[in-house]
């Protein structure tokens, strides 16, 4: 290998090995930042409000009353990361319903989850350290429209 050789492989060397370096350094911050989303989710979080575009406008769904009762629950058990979904339904809102523990994946700002033998994905948005939302499309009022669910930390 002669001189000239090495002053031109040098530099693609060098290249290859900076890139390698930048590469483990996104992950670690995407890691970081993962965990950063689990540790915000952890908890009991209470459904308070449901919001709708109508056109231009954008206007609150009224809850019924059992609606209100409504609780997600976020827990970690060895490294993995569990919802249950509490729902009351009946006269007085006296019949509790649980999902169970649901194992469930965060990535970006999706919860991606599988129930009732349907593959989920929900979009979240951070709101605030104590509220987040949901974002979907579904049909409400006869309508196909972009639904905002609301829920506070407990």
Known sequence: MNM????????????????????IGVVAKNNAESQNVIEYFLGNWKFVEKRYIDGDEKKIYPLQECMKKYIWQFQ??????????????GKNCSVKSSSGKI???????????TEADLKRKENF?????????????DILNGKVRQIEDIYERQ
Do not use: M, V
Request: proline letters at 2%; a positive charge.
């Open 125 to 137: 948005t951070k709101i605030s350290k104590n509220s987040f939302s949901f974002n979907y499309r």
């Open 103 to 113: 194992t469930i994946s965060i990535q970006g700002s999706s919860i991606f989850y």
């Open 4 to 23: 000239k050789n090495c002053i031109l492989l040098f530099p693609c060397l060098l290249i290859i090995n900076c890139n390698s370096q930048q590469k």
């Open 76 to 89: 970690k058990e060895n490294q993995q990361l569990f919802l249950t979904k509490n729902y009351f339904t």
